[in-house]
């Protein structure tokens, strides 16, 4: 496509033109992150030996993945490489590492990061075991030999090799070399690179040498108490190993080139799998890092001007490794047993995001059941509360594909008919929009994503204007009605003081729909309002047989304060609900931080982790899915849906009455 073919050409420029960092311009144009997704085996004696795989590879770039919405479907997805489950060690080094080797001798930096969930082959990949050696002690074999070949006598260049081996732990950088040193500070000097002063360096000579260092750091790190183990899997390991050279001859120029080596925090979900107190908060600090390593990861590839290295320790310290003219690799490592799937889904809609996914990422196409059985999930593993998900329909999705944000071709042939922007999400509409504008500023000569006329497109951006300013209005009337519950509230308890204890008179005065006495009004969704409606008896009532109407008598309501709340939400028809929670579901899945401060009880910071959720999880499928968002509670989340639906729902249709 046009836009990744150019990105492929910055890549590729960046790489070449740049011969030392003496003397080179501080912003380079950034360089594509390259992504890479590995598949492990089904491993011996672990639970899930024996399912058929929901995952497979197509060919040395794409995988597709089994699709629990609708069993006849595949998600589809293309990488730089694909490495299957039969691949070898050999095959990852030296097809995604051995490559950017050379560049460190070029005075570069470098960084090959190890991705995944817990358990599918992180480790592995990157340290391997005696027999089968990973990523870095074959690297470190070659890149000793290399710099042993070119800093020999009689060659220009003298080179020397040190090594530091760190952790990044709840966001503090310890030395895993010294095991006394305290959270250290990253740095930047005058001309850009980061150091770490304090931290431990090692030279090493040969092979030896670094694993004298490092084995006993590592073993201390991967092996022994469970307590470690668990540490080792929310804590990010950071090789580093530095190659220096210094000319020989005039001029005596001297060279650094940085190789990172990365074994990064699980990806899991943590939250799913129960994690409670501290190991919940460790997790909130491992998305943190991850999500921005997400963030940076696609500001680079999308050569957004803002790359958010520094909001996270992880970023700050490869700001001069990742981008610019370094050489970065990302290994997302799967696992295929039926377990895993939703944080496989997770991990490769991470590793996608900035990537174009082939065709689109619901095909209908059959497979065949003994090669990839259908995903067959618990109602627990599928999250959230036992309600259905929202059945999405083939045209949603075919939006939702774009989530990724591939600023592709497809995307513009698929977007070009009027007809569909008309209908499609003002948020997502807006998002576009302001990508073609930004496109456009940059000098872009390529296809508007949108190519719809200027006229139309004007009317478009109208509309989008229009529907913020409904959402502001929205909003006065959310907070008028507020208010008058407050102000009705206040007249109820002084009511109530002056008639203790017939304490339900006010209620008298006020007629309400209802089918039955009250016990709770509470908001649920379509399908579970639906189905109450149905039933006459059921405990919870949200109005909708008009013909029953009956005054509320003061003995029917025992609870008169929660009674006043509830009034003006039972007069919101079920229709009009899942109305208010679908704006909320879309506001969830395509509002910008700033929409959703729009919201009721949804801050700055709330807004940044709802915002920060979705990119690493994917769209909420249902508005309770909040819930699982770090740092909001079960609690917070009722109360934001009461405060939000029926605003939303209530001004959109119920007028005056
Ligand atoms: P992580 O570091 O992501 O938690 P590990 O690397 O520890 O995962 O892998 C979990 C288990 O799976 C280990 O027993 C490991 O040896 C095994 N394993 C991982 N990848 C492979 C592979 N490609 N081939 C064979 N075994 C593997
Ligand atoms: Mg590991």
Redesign the pocket.
């Known amino acids: 496509t046009k836009a990744g073919g150019s990105r492929d050409r910055d890549h590729l420029g960046a790489g070449r033109c740049r011969p030392s960092k003496i003397g080179a311009s501080r912003r380079p144009p950034p360089a594509r992150v390259r992504v890479a997704v590995?598949l492990?085996?089904f491993?011996d004696g672990?639970v899930g030996a024996s399912d058929t795989p929901c995952v497979r590879g197509m060919d040395s770039c794409s995988l597709e993945i089994a699709n629990w919405r609708n069993h006849q479907e595949t998600l589809k997805y293309q990488f730089d490489a694909f490495y299957g489950?039969r691949?070898t060690?050999q095959d990852i080094y030296a097809g995604s590492v051995q490559p950017i080797l050379r560049h460190l001798l070029e005075g570069q930096n470098a960084s090959v990061l190890?991705y995944?969930?817990?358990?599918?082959?992180?480790?592995?990949?990157?340290?391997g075991?005696p027999e089968?050696p990973g990523v870095i002690p074959r690297a470190l074999m070659d890149l000793l030999q290399l710099t042993r070949e070119e800093g020999a006598e009689g060659r220009p260049w003298a080179l020397s090799v040190t090594m530091s081996y760190l952790e990044i732990y709840q966001e503090k950088v310890l030395d895993l070399l010294d095991s006394t040193s305290g959270d250290l500070v990253i740095r930047e000097d005058c001309r850009g690179n980061i150091l770490i002063p304090g931290l431990t360096q090692k030279p090493i000579t040969s092979f030896a040498d670094f694993e004298r260092h490092f084995l006993p750091a590592s073993r201390n790190r991967?092996v022994g108490a469970t307590r470690l183990n668990q540490r080792s899997?929310r804590s990010h390991a950071v090789l580093l190993v530095k190659v220096d050279q210094r000319e020989r001859l005039a001029p005596f120029r001297q060279r650094e080139g940085k190789l990172y080596l990365i074994?990064l925090a699980?990806s899991e979900d943590n939250r799913r799998t129960g994690n409670k107190g501290l190991r919940l908060k460790e997790s909130g600090a491992i998305n943190a890092s991850l999500f921005v390593l997400g963030k940076v990861v696609d500001a680079l590839n999308q050569g957004l001007p803002r790359v958010p290295y520094r909001d996270s320790k992880l970023t700050r310290l490869l700001q001069d490794s990742l981008g610019g003219s370094a050489h970065s690799i990302l290994i997302a490592?799967i696992?295929p047993e039926r377990h895993f799937y939703l944080d496989t889904v997770s991990a490769l809609n991470f590793a996608a995001r900035t990537k174009e996914v082939i065709n689109r990422p619901f095909t209908n196409e059959s497979l065949q059941p003994h090669v990839l059985g259908p995903v067959k999930l618990s109602q627990k593993e599928l999250l959230g509360p036992p309600e259905a998900k929202r059945a999405r329909g083939p045209e949603e999705e075919e939006i939702g594909s774009l989530e990724p944000m591939a600023a592709s071709a497809s995307a513009s042939q698929k977007l070009s008919p009027l007809q569909k922007l008309s209908s499609m999400d003002p948020a997502m509409l807006e998002r576009l929009l302001s990508l073609d504008r930004l496109l456009a500023s940059q000098g872009s000569q390529g296809a508007p994503l949108l190519s719809t006329p200027k006229r139309e497109r004007m009317v478009l951006m109208k509309t989008v204007e229009e529907k913020d300013l409904e959402i502001e209005r929205l909003k006065m009337k959310q907070k008028e009605l507020e208010a008058k519950v407050l102000a009705q509230k206040a007249e109820d308890s002084k009511e109530k003081e002056n008639h203790c204890p017939t304490i339900l008179r006010p209620l008298l005065h006020r007629t309400v729909t209802v089918a039955k006495p009250l016990k709770k009004a509470v908001v649920m969704p379509l399908q579970l309002i639906q189905e109450q409606a149905a039933s006459p008896n059921a405990e919870i009532h949200i109005l909708k047989n008009k013909g029953r109407k009956r005054k509320l008598e003061s003995l029917d309501a025992p609870e008169p304060e929660e009674k006043a709340e509830d009034c003006w939400e039972l007069q919101i028809s079920p229709e009009l609900l899942a109305h208010g929670r679908q704006k909320i579901l879309d506001l969830l899945n395509e509002g910008s931080a700033r929409d959703l401060r729009s919201l009721q009880r949804i801050g700055p910071k709330k807004a940044q982790l709802i915002v920060g959720w979705r990119e690493l999880h994917g769209p909420f499928s249902q508005v309770e899915d909040l819930e699982r968002v770090e740092g909001i509670t079960g609690k917070q989340m009722e109360s934001f849906l009461k405060a939000n639906i029926l605003g939303l729902a209530a001004g959109q249709r119920c007028g005056p009455s």
């Open positions: 590995r492990r085996p491993v672990t489950e691949s060690q190890a995944g969930p817990t358990g599918a082959g992180k480790t592995h990949t990157m340290l075991s089968q991967t899997s074994d699980g490592n696992a």
